[in-house]
């Protein structure tokens, strides 16, 4: 029973390079999302998919792109990195009955740390 | 604006005591999610309670209960009995608008030690 997991754990790039976090959960959640998660500032919401093949911006869009070509897999890419994307990212997913029931609670991975330099 | 406030300093508890968490909500959407996550210093984020704005009860959960002041715009968390392996950050969450939307907007978190 996997849940959400996430790859890699951490990460370090330079400013310019690009990368994909990746973000895969076995419970069949219709509902996927990345946050992340700066001190001192909470979790802000990236990007979100209510589906495959559905995406929308969340509260911090820029600098990243995402995809959801299937209901399992939901990555994060960072096409030039810069030191302000610095932080933890957490990936987050939920089932369409909860979603539905309003009590849409978040099964969340483990985070990726990201560093730029 | 914030949509979610957490404004209080880190805290220490004595193990055994009960503490209350302070959350402030801003929202003029007269449905809503309110909810409460924990997480440790090994940083995975657990989810806690929730409270519905609807929901007529002050939701419950094992040691866990909040107190939701709907007029006051507040949704405290309340641990009794704290135990040591309740220190950790705790965040408040509320989710905007009718079922279906799942966007989370996060407080800053409080921090609790729970001392021996």
């Known amino acids: 029973n996997a849940g959400v997991t996430q790859t890699p754990k951490f990460q370090v790039l330079k400013t310019g390079q690009s990368m994909t976090l990746q973000c895969a959960q076995d419970m069949n959640h219709e509902y996927m999302s990345w946050y992340r998660q700066d001190p001192g500032m909470g979790l802000r919401l990236i990007h979100y998919?209510?589906?495959?093949?559905?995406?929308d911006q969340g509260e911090v869009p820029n600098g990243y792109n995402v995809s959801r070509s299937t209901t399992e897999d939901f990555p994060l890419r960072l096409l030039s990195a810069a030191p302000s994307q610095t932080s933890v990212y957490f990936c987050?997913?939920?089932?369409?009955?909860?979603?539905?029931?309003?009590?849409?609670?978040?099964?969340f991975g483990a985070g990726s740390r990201l560093t730029v330099l | 604006a914030q949509k979610i406030t957490q404004t209080q300093p880190g805290m220490f508890v004595q193990e055994k005591e009960a503490v209350t968490l302070d959350c402030t909500y801003d929202?003029?959407?007269?449905?809503?999610?309110l909810f409460w996550y924990k997480q440790p210093s090994s940083g995975e984020m657990i989810f806690l309670i929730y409270?519905?704005?609807?929901?007529?009860q002050n939701a419950t959960e094992g040691r866990y209960s909040l107190n939701f002041q709907k007029a006051r715009k507040s949704a405290n968390l309340v641990i009794s009995a704290s135990q040591l392996g309740d220190s950790a950050m705790y965040f408040c969450?509320?989710?905007?608008?009718?079922?279906?939307?799942?966007?989370?907007?996060f407080g800053k978190g409080n921090q609790v030690v729970v001392i021996p």
């Open positions: 929202t003029s959407d007269p449905s809503y999610g």
């Open positions: 409270q519905g704005s609807y929901d007529q």
């Open positions: 987050a997913s939920s089932d369409r009955e909860r979603l539905i029931s309003g009590a849409n609670v978040l099964t």
């Open positions: 998919s209510v589906g495959a093949g559905i995406t």
């Open positions: 969450a509320m989710r905007e608008g009718r079922y279906g939307n799942n966007r989370l907007a």
